[in-house]
């Protein structure tokens, strides 16, 4: 009876989107850090910490229409999730 639970991750799911034009960063995306170390790095496999001097950078600049956006604001819940509890059939 001391069988360890699994682990319950993603249970919240998320999607990276650009506030701004809902662009998905896809895995070749690259930030780079300047005018810091100028690092190339994938902003999102890191929060956003540059893995050059480690800063973190509080904004992320998208990729396809350049504008600046609060990095947290590009974690978002998909819309209809929030439902599916509400939806759960009953027994
Ligand atoms: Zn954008
Ligand atoms: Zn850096």
Redesign the pocket.
Known sequence: MSTPPAHHTGEKRQIIA??????RPTPLDRWSCLPRCGTSFHTFWTRGTCPGCGLQWPWTQ??????R?PHERWYRVPEGSEQDEALSVQT
């Open positions: 650009c506030p701004e034009c809902d662009y998208c990729p396809a229409c350049q504008k956006s």
